[in-house]
């Protein structure tokens, strides 16, 4: 993690506190001074920053992970520059080869528009996007055309290409390499240039696109941009990082009590962790509030409070107290304010051919291992025959300490 390093001691006590809000849970920032010497002459001048991070809509849907950049182009933001968040619709069409081993397929153009819809839609969010200026790559990639395509091509070398980590295994490792994977980073390096970015915020997995950017600007006669590159974070398992894939994410368009839940689950360790990366309290009120639980506070009260923010910044205050309410509820064994309504024909029913018709189990026979388990229950009683048969009627069915449904038979 990097530690602030203040190169120049006349820099004010301004300039101090954005190095700080810049660094907060950094991985790197290339090269410090040039970002320093850039926040002095904005300082004097008046004249914000450009602040870019560019999102390829890969995916209609972001989560928690997606949001550590975001939060800190809202921390900038804050401080009164200009974010430029970059929907990467032309891009898309290429697909970003990093940390890939294989070519990724490439997404129809009618996938990339629903996705990029969707994106705006969600990064609204995190950052005031009407004070921000949200642009699409493909304004200045389509016009660029085949000859501008060549003449952008011959600004960069194969062999430094091949210096690119996952291109250099692929390539020793006999995986193929699509020629059209070479043009990404050069295509994102010149989203920087089409911008005149000052600062380019990516997971340390783009750092060799984000020096794309810098390098581009200099072969254009522009001041290069400075690299800011965050860490991926880890998902609710503490250990890899989030990602829908490995089931270990937290969306954030899931509904609040579902997200109130998930933070809940982590490890007190990965909790700290994501105060850094997540929230928008600040360094000094996180060390207060790590205080505190050392002086014996119930560090269980921090995470509620983490969950607390976490899911009213995604569905508001009055979502954020009825999903601690709700949990609550579920902590005393209680049942939810809201629950799945199901309704069934073919009265009497199984218990087992119950819970799988109500979407509680996936198949009978694991409807009869959670019977066995004792976690299943109706109306509160626990369960414990698996030849129950329920008759005409309403019940709330319970498996486990989170799944439930209001089951009406007929």
């Known amino acids: 993690m990097n530690k602030l390093v203040v190169t120049d001691t006349q820099v004010s006590a301004g300039i101090e506190r954005a190095l700080q809000i810049t660094l907060r849970g950094a991985d790197e920032l290339l090269p410090q001074d040039e970002w320093t010497r850039k926040l002095q002459r904005a300082e004097a001048t008046g004249q914000p920053l450009r602040i870019k991070f560019g999102m390829d809509p890969t995916a209609p849907d972001l989560h928690l992970g997606h949001t550590v950049v975001l939060n800190k182009m809202r921390q900038l933001q804050d401080l009164g520059h200009t ?228 899911t009213a910044r995604f569905h508001g205050g009055a979502a954020a107290d009825a999903a601690e309410q709700d949990f609550a509820n579920r902590s005393k064994g209680g049942v939810p304010d809201e629950i799945a309504e199901v309704a069934l024909p073919g009265a009497p029913l199984g218990i087992a051919v119950l819970l799988k018709a109500a979407g509680l189990a996936p198949s009978s026979s694991e409807a009869n291992r959670l019977i066995d388990g004792g976690g299943v229950r109706v109306d509160s009683a626990v369960v414990s025959d698996k030849g129950l048969k329920l008759a005409t009627g309403t019940y709330v069915v319970q498996v486990g300490k989170r799944k439930f449904a209001r089951v009406t038979l007929g």
């Open 83 to 310: 974010v430029v968040p970059l929907i990467g619709d032309f891009t898309t069409l290429i697909g970003d080869p990093s940390g890939r081993n294989s070519t990724r397929p490439p997404l129809t153009r009618e996938q990339i528009e629903a996705n990029a819809r969707t994106y705006f839609d969600q990064i609204r969010l995190v950052i005031d996007v009407d004070k921000a200026e949200v642009r699409y790559n493909s304004e200045w990639s389509d016009p660029l055309g085949a000859r501008g395509m060549i003449e952008l091509a011959a600004r960069y070398t194969v062999a430094r290409m091949m210096e690119r980590d996952d291109f250099h295994k692929r390539f020793h490792g006999g995986q193929s390499i699509s020629v059209h994977e070479f043009l990404y980073p050069l295509m994102q390096g010149y989203d920087s240039v089409a911008l005149k970015s000052d600062l380019e915020l990516g997971g340390t997995d783009q750092k060799f696109n984000l020096l794309m950017g810098r390098h581009l600007q200099q072969e254009y006669g522009q001041e290069p941009q400075c690299v800011l590159t965050m860490p991926l974070l880890e998902g609710l398992d503490g250990v890899q990082k989030m990602s829908k894939s490995k089931g270990n994410y937290i969306g954030i368009t899931e509904p609040a009590n579902t997200m109130f839940a998930k933070v809940l689950s982590i490890s007190d360790e990965l909790m700290w962790r994501w105060y850094t990366l997540l929230s928008f309290r600040s360094i000094e009120e996180i060390e207060a509030l790590k205080a505190e639980v050392a002086a014996g506070r119930n560090q269980k009260d921090a995470k509620v409070a983490l969950a607390r923010e976490l």
